[in-house]
């Protein structure tokens, strides 16, 4: 059974660096395949993806946060962590961790989320 658990401050001030991690257990992260991703979504919002970490280490990030977001993992604690800078109250949000699985059909490779933390709700004030 996958679990994945965002933990990090509820509350972070404007201009600071939010932080979050995501600890994962029932799979390793360096598991081939798999894309261990940062979504959020602000009230009143759709869903934001921001970026992932894949399983040999490289990050990807949405263009519109690329400046001031870095995705990085501790392979050593099965974890992951989204480090978001320059935050304003836009950026408050709930952050959900989440598991993007290579799969094949059909000639066809497909990309399903199969694993969700239970998300992590981040307020931006002073």
């Known amino acids: 059974q996958v679990q994945l658990q965002e933990s990090g401050p509820g509350l972070v001030k404007p201009s600071q660096t939010l932080s979050l991690t995501c600890t994962v257990s029932?799979?390793?992260?360096?598991?081939?395949?798999?894309?261990w991703s940062w979504i959020r979504q602000s009230p009143g919002k759709g869903l934001e993806w921001i970026g992932y970490?894949?399983?040999?280490?490289?990050?990807h990030v949405n263009p519109s946060l690329k400046s001031r977001t870095n995705i990085s993992r501790d392979t050593s604690a099965n974890q992951f962590t989204l480090q978001l800078g320059s935050v304003t109250p836009e950026d408050a949000a709930v952050y959900y961790c989440?598991?993007?699985?290579?799969?094949?059909?059909?000639?066809?490779?497909?990309?399903?989320?199969?694993?969700w933390g239970q998300g992590a709700q981040v307020t931006v004030s002073s």
């Open positions: 989440a598991r993007l699985i290579r799969t094949y059909s059909s000639g066809i490779y497909y990309y399903p989320y199969d694993y």
């Open positions: 029932g799979a390793p992260i360096t598991t081939q395949y798999y894309y």
């Open positions: 970490i894949d399983y040999i280490g490289g990050a």
